[in-house]
């Protein structure tokens, strides 16, 4: 539904002002911090799963993993916050800050977008289309790989985080029952992990699929994330 | 050896007479009146030791032999003193019938009042038959046990987890107490084996207040159970400093330090060994060079290898950890928009080039 | 099944049939059932294990490295054991080759389990077969002080300390809850002890459950805990650290001390409590001398206790390995694991499937699938059975042979191989010499189970002087600066071949065993375990010859037949370990009267 408002959209600014205001500021903000909080919490994860060589010197002189535990609970505080606050916007926001949250499964022309993207990306499409927010496809991934995913790493993360906090903490009343449930500690570490190197594999898509779209839907992607107008190029 | 509540006073020095004031005192606070008090004080005098019927599935009789290995109360005081270890296979004097007979006794006499404590786990494949015991099953025996008992512990990982025989495939469909008995209150106190000390902690705990510990979310006793073994351990200065043992007997082994990336599971494994230790707090597992194993962990022998920090997922049958999944997806990914990228370049050229001749047909 | 004679014995099951079931005081399950001819004489005797957890099956798949630890959760009662032949499967299948320090330790440890054990044995699981709590109250407790201090210079044996001990006795016994001496077998005639020597033993059997938890911490300090402590493959997972920085975090000299100081009181303990005590109870049952089954037939033993590491040939193996077959004594055969003719396992009478079972397999080629079926005489059903039927499948435990013959295995084997070599094993013969001099009864009353009992404590006394000889090799190896603990060359899987084979052993402390491991492309293909007791508990195989226990329990005389006493003493005397169940049925399968405690 919102592809199709999109669509309209699109088709009545684009040949008339050739940009349109999508991504609220907000929206903006969140996603660069975001970003930012994804890289960090990625390597310092890494690291704290496969540690780098040991420290030489005296136990006292070092904090190398105290540092680097503590990188990734800041900016896992970040992620969750700023996951929250991006999860109250899409109620208050503008309608393209809803897509990534909801699928319009129902809506049998989103899904023909839907197939209809999938062939542009397979190159059997020679035109692609113009959408105001995010293409259906990427819709799509985004719910599942972004949105999905990160509640989920939110779940275990903090599971785990609570297991540090200890009994009685506010994270461990509010995340501490994800353990037994996912059947014990190690096996939310490792799904956690994992979690790490799905989301990162969808972010390397997802950055080529933005660069690539940029230059050859001829529309702007990636200053339409700092700017908050989307640049129609024709 | 058998001290009542009474005579455990009198060795403290208090006399007959303030033993009587205090029965008297109880009364009156229970709003009895005064004519409960020599009762109270004939319960006390006389009060039996609760009786504790000691079962065993399939096990390896570790949980009985940590048992005796309790420093503080010693072995001998909790059996002798504290309460009435009535059935016990492996320390009973009977055998046969007359062993058997004691469960019945005991069902009687003290309906609601006895402890159950399990070693080990029924199986339930071939009709439970993988563990016989008098003919029958042993889930049968268990069940009935437990139906007059006023609550149940769970010795060791088998009771409380299933264990080394639930580990897959778990070919007798071994199964822990609390899916069997769901009508009483059960205490898990996992470990292979738990720690003496532990056990004998959870018993006198509660016959001294006649109470069940406070339980986690698994029924675990928080008193033992609330923190990892990495929380307290004495080697996480290493950790947060970042020196780790590399490889069995190198430098960082020699100079105790943090065995993270031997594979420990401390920071995944609920007990007390790291502050309590083990036998009379001699050693524990770390403190001897070897990581945690996450003996008390439900499941500790399907999570992967015990010598891997990121350990293997089973799935599909096919084996691989989080690291090898992840870095085959991000590659083959890569690979993908490579191509993708290539394919577009190439695409996009011909395009542009067929626009040129189009304009150039047109002009 | 009519009357016939296999291996020297006429097993006759016409008479009244007994069960018991469990049978108490060992480790697992096990059921017993016996033939009683009209002068209350054992006829024929069927051992059942009752019980299957089907490790072999998990094994498969797993990480080899990992695999000791699985197989140490066979036992808790002879816990580490398992371990150890399981590391040493894996490095002989991977041709790895452990450092000096790591041998002696695991010797250590390894002994240290023997000395634990066999006293835990001795006093808490076999003690109640010979000891009668209940007649101890009638001690004279002077008189048991003068029977103590003729025997010992063990401190504890005033008058007043077993004043003491009687006194907490009878408060125990007036408060009517007899907790796990309830319903034994007290006042029954085979019990044979004086009141004196009853009381002193009851006084023994509660120093003796102090006393253990002291000896185990051998097993905390180099393997972080006990019962299960830790084991590796390649070595030892301690590392050592005598004065370099960071000795605290490693082992050093105050847990060498440590170390030191617990084998001295194990030998003080051992020397004048334990020895003592056994050649005191021993006096007096002399006469007894029923129970010796096969072992004055077939013994088998793989031999323990490497001096030097790496070389597990008999001539380097400080516990003797070898065979003995048809009682001929002066001729000990060699034995060799890997060789598929000698040590085969049948399953005619077990639980288990075969393709053709009336050939037996080597571990190598093991199968174990559970086949639980009984025989058409099976008295009761499926899940009540009543009696079995030992025409049939009757038991969770296989038949293991040696060479096609059924073997006893334990301490005593290791005793009597020990024995007939003075030349290598100059300690074992003098103590056993030693003892029989002091009984006064020949070399032949071995093969009994009192013979087994006394071979238990010897072998104990041998052990500790064992372990103070082992920490001496060890201080001297460290003292030559060899500080290694683990060999990492093929800790990798990377660096593994293909495919590989291997066999590992030890003798625990009840006897031979045996791991088998097939490895393919790093995981295991294929593990088998021949355990002490699949050896001494096992059924009848393809042909009828007996097992170990059912032989012991052979022509044995029971004073009462609805009191076990006897049954009990002699499998006892084999330390089983399996798990537990109990019942004893009178012959028309009616539950028997409960005995009250006089």
């Known amino acids: ?159 785990i985080y609570s297991e540090g906090a200890g009994l009685g903490h506010w994270s461990d009343l509010a995340f501490g029952w994800v353990i037994p449930v996912l059947g014990g500690s190690m096996q939310v570490h490792n799904l956690h992990r994992l979690g790490m190197w799905i989301m990162m594999t969808f972010a390397l898509v997802h950055i080529y699929a933005a660069i690539r779209e940029d230059i050859m839907s001829r529309q702007s992607l990636i200053s339409t994330m700092i700017s908050g107008w989307r640049m129609f190029k024709d | 050896m058998t001290e009542t509540f009474y005579e455990v006073l009198r060795r403290q020095g208090i006399t007959r007479r303030s033993f009587l004031k205090f029965c008297s005192l109880t009364a009156t606070s229970l709003g009895l009146g005064s004519a409960a008090a020599p009762r109270i004080a004939h319960a006390l005098e006389n009060k039996p030791r609760t009786p504790v019927l000691w079962l065993h599935g399939l096990e390896c009789t570790c949980c009985s032999e940590s048992f005796i290995r309790s420093a503080h109360p010693l072995t001998k005081d909790v059996v002798l003193s504290m309460l009435s270890l009535d059935y016990d296979d492996t320390l009973m004097a009977a055998a046969g019938h007359q062993a058997e007979a004691i469960l019945d006794e005991v069902k009687k006499k003290y309906k609601g009042n006895y402890i159950v404590a399990v070693e080990g786990n029924p199986p339930l494949n071939e009709d439970g038959m993988f563990c016989i015991q008098g003919g029958r099953p042993f889930v049968e025996k268990l069940r009935e046990t437990c139906a007059d008992a006023k609550a149940i512990i769970s010795w060791g990982a088998c009771a409380s987890y299933g264990c080394v025989q639930a580990a897959k495939p778990n070919p007798t469909r071994a199964t822990p107490v609390h899916k069997v008995i769901t009508d009483k209150p059960i205490i898990n106190v996992p470990g292979c084996p738990p720690i003496a000390e532990v056990m004998t902690g959870v018993v006198t705990y509660m016959l001294t207040f006649d109470r069940i510990p406070e339980l986690d979310r698994q029924g675990r006793p928080k008193m033992f159970y609330g923190q990892r073994i990495h929380d307290k351990c004495y080697r996480r200065g290493h950790f947060d400093a970042g020196q780790f043992a590399e490889a069995w007997d190198d430098e960082g082994s020699r100079k105790g330090y943090c065995l993270y990336k031997m594979g420990c599971k401390g920071p995944t494994t609920y007990n007390a060994c790291s502050s309590m230790r083990w036998n009379g707090g001699v050693s524990w597992p770390v403190q001897s060079g070897h990581g945690c194993i996450g003996c008390s962990e439900e499941g500790f022998w399907d999570k992967g290898s015990f010598y891997d920090r990121v350990t293997d997922i089973k799935a599909f049958g096919v084996e691989a950890n989080a690291d090898t999944i992840g870095k085959a997806a991000a590659g083959t990914v890569g690979a993908a928009i490579a191509a993708h990228a290539a394919v577009t370049a190439l695409a996009r050229a011909r395009q542009k080039a067929g626009e040129t001749e189009e304009q150039k047909g047109e002009k | 099944m009519a009357a016939y004679e296999t291996q020297g014995f006429k097993v006759d099951n016409s008479g009244k049939r007994v069960v018991v079931d469990p049978v108490c005081r060992i480790e697992g399950h096990m059921r017993v059932e016996v033939n009683l001819d009209s002068n209350n004489v054992i006829r024929n005797a069927v051992s059942t294990g009752t019980m299957w957890r089907g490790l072999e099956v998990i094994l498969k798949g797993r990480d080899p490295r990992d695999a000791w630890a699985f197989t140490e959760r066979i036992c808790g009662v002879c816990t580490g054991t398992h371990a150890l032949t399981s590391v040493r499967a894996v490095e002989d299948a991977l041709k790895i ?30 003690a109640l077969d010979w000891v009668d709590v209940v007649s101890a109250l009638k001690a004279d407790p002077k008189a048991t002080s003068t029977l103590a201090q003729s025997i010992s210079n063990w401190p504890l044996s005033s008058p007043g300390y077993f004043r003491d001990i009687q006194n907490r006795l009878k408060k125990f016994v007036e408060s009517g809850q007899l907790g796990p001496f309830m319903n034994g077998y007290w006042g029954n005639p085979a019990y044979k002890l004086p009141p004196e020597a009853n009381l002193m033993a009851v006084a023994h059997y509660l120093e003796a459950l102090d006393f253990q938890k002291e000896i185990v911490k051998v097993h905390t300090i180099f393997g972080g805990k006990n019962p299960h402590p830790n084991w590796l493959v390649g070595g030892v997972p301690c590392a050592i650290n005598l004065e370099g920085v960071g000795a605290v975090g490693a082992v050093n000299m105050e847990r060498l001390n440590l170390v030191k100081s617990i084998i001295d009181r194990c030998a003080e303990f051992v020397e004048q409590v334990y020895i003592p005590d056994l050649l005191a109870i021993g006096s007096f049952y002399k006469g007894w001398g029923y129970g010796g089954g096969l072992s004055s037939k077939n013994m088998l033993s793989y031999g323990d206790i490497p001096q030097k590491a790496n070389d597990y040939t008999s001539g380097n193996l400080l516990l003797p390995r070898g065979a003995i077959i048809n009682g001929k004594l002066d001729e000990i055969h060699p034995v060799d694991l890997k060789d598929p003719e000698q040590v085969q396992e049948f399953v005619a009478h077990s639980w288990y499937k075969y393709p053709d079972e009336t050939k037996g397999l080597h571990p190598f080629d093991g199968v174990t699938e559970p086949n639980f079926e009984l025989g058409p005489k099976t008295k009761g059903s499926k899940t009540r059975i009543e009696e079995l039927d030992e025409g049939g499948k009757y038991s969770w435990i296989k038949a293991p042979r040696w060479r096609g013959h059924a073997m006893e295995v334990g301490c005593l084997p290791r005793m009597v191989l020990g024995y007939l070599q003075p030349k290598q094993y100059p300690e074992i013969h003098g103590l056993v010499e030693g003892a029989l001099k002091k009984l006064d009864v020949p070399v032949t009353a071995l093969f009994s189970t009192l013979g087994r009992t006394a071979a238990r404590g010897l072998e104990t006394a041998y052990c500790v002087k064992l372990q103070s000889q082992q920490f001496d090799k060890l201080m001297a190896n460290l003292k030559a600066g060899d500080l290694n603990t683990a060999n990492i060359e093929k800790w990798e899987p990377s660096t593994w071949p293909k495919e590989a084979m291997g066999a590992g052993f030890t003798e625990a402390p009840r006897g031979a065993l045996g791991h088998w491991i097939r490895i393919k492309d790093t995981k295991i293909d294929n593990y088998q375990c021949v355990v002490p007791t699949t050896w001494n508990g096992g059924p009848r195989d393809h042909k009828g010859q007996i097992g170990a226990f059912e032989a012991a329990l052979m022509d044995t005389p029971v004073a009462k037949a609805d009191e076990p006493l006897e049954i009990l003493r002699t499998l006892h005397s084999f330390d089983p370990c399996l798990a537990c169940s109990t019942h004893v049925m009178s012959p028309d399968g009616q539950e028997m009267t409960t005995v009250k405690v006089r």
């Open chain 1, 1 to 159: 539904m919102l592809s199709q408002q999109d669509m309209l959209e699109a088709e009545r600014h684009g040949k008339q002002v050739r940009s349109i205001y999508v991504y609220e500021a907000p929206v903006r903000l969140w996603h660069w911090l975001n970003a930012l909080a994804m890289v960090v919490l990625a390597v310092t994860g890494y690291f704290i799963g496969t540690p780098l060589p040991t420290q030489p010197g005296e136990a006292s002189a070092n904090f190398l993993m105290g540092y680097i535990r503590f990188a990734h609970f800041a900016a896992a505080y970040i992620f969750a916050i700023g996951l929250a606050a991006r999860i109250y916007w899409a109620f208050v926001g503008n309608h393209h800050a809803r897509q990534i949250f909801m699928l319009p499964i129902s809506n049998k022309h989103w899904w023909s977008e839907v197939f209809f993207e999938l062939r542009w990306y397979l190159f059997l499409e020679k035109t692609p289309k113009k959408y105001v927010g995010h293409n259906p496809m990427a819709q799509l991934m985004m719910f599942f790989f972004f949105s999905v995913l990160a509640v989920g790493m939110v779940f275990t993360g903090f599971a």
């Open chain 3, 97 to 126: 080759q452990i450092p000096e320090n790591a041998n002696t330790i695991r010797n250590l440890m390894q002994l240290n389990l023997y000395v634990h054990d066999h006293l835990v044995h001795f006093y808490h699981l076999h």
